[in-house]
């Protein structure tokens, strides 16, 4: 069975970092791309960066493009997001989904950015 | 970037109805079209991948169609737990985009 466990987010001021995590399990970790997708509280969804299976393509939106920074390590089975330079409107909760499809989601973890 | 549009952004209707939403991409984006479902409080849920392939458990009610800018989801007779607020998404080319959503509401 596939599981995404995410963790990292929490209260931070803006202008601050955070680093979220996704421990993967039950595929072959390596061989997927994976994404990170948030959700704004009470808004829709919107992606926001995808990296290749072996790490070496990665992909923003233009609005997280130069602040956040996505990579994994395939030998940790983990995929991560440093974000940096937080502002007000990255508050949302942090997916991350499996392969190019959104196949697989795991619950989120909660970034709240505010002095 | 490929503009996702998706109608209507919300709708009532009845259990045992014929519910179709409709998404419509800025640019062809082939058949790189995926559906997913959300209820409150809870993660999204993949429907379809590829604009008409269901995934895994997924209950034939959900049926999807499309190629190319017009793309629609059809539950075909709708139940209580088909609820949700519902989302298409491109992945036809990075950055990939969501439509900003369908809320399903009991009429």
């Known amino acids: 069975e596939v599981q995404l466990l995410e963790s990292g987010g929490g209260l931070v001021q803006p202008g601050g970092s955070l680093r979220l995590s996704c421990a993967a399990s039950?595929?072959?970790?390596?061989?997927?791309?994976m994404s990170w997708v948030r959700q704004a509280p009470g808004k829709g969804l919107e992606w926001v960066s995808a990296?290749?299976?072996?790490?070496?393509?990665?992909y923003y939106a233009d609005t997280v493009k130069g602040r956040f920074t996505i990579s994994r390590d395939n030998s940790k089975n983990t995929l991560y997001l440093q974000m940096n330079t937080l502002r007000a409107e990255d508050t949302a909760l942090y997916y991350c989904t499996k392969d190019r499809i959104s196949a697989n989601w795991g619950q989120g973890t909660l970034v709240t950015v505010s002095s | 970037d490929i503009q996702m549009t998706q109608s209507p952004s919300s709708l009532s209707a009845s259990v045992g109805d014929r519910v179709t939403i409709t998404c419509r991409a800025s640019?062809?984006?082939?058949?790189?079209l995926a559906w997913f479902q959300q209820k409150p409080g809870k993660a999204p849920k993949s429907l379809i991948y590829?604009?008409?392939t269901l995934q895994s458990g997924v209950p034939s009610k959900f049926s999807g169609s499309g190629s190319g800018t017009d793309f629609t989801l059809t539950i075909s007779s709708l139940q209580p737990e088909d609820f949700a607020t519902y989302y298409c998404?491109?992945?036809?080319?990075?950055?990939?985009?969501f439509g900003g959503g369908t809320k399903v509401e009991i009429k």
């Open positions: 640019q062809g984006i082939s058949n790189y």
């Open positions: 998404q491109q992945y036809n080319s990075h950055p990939l985009t």
């Open positions: 990296i290749s299976g072996g790490g070496g393509a990665t």
């Open positions: 039950g595929f072959t970790f390596s061989s997927y791309a």
């Open positions: 590829a604009a008409s």
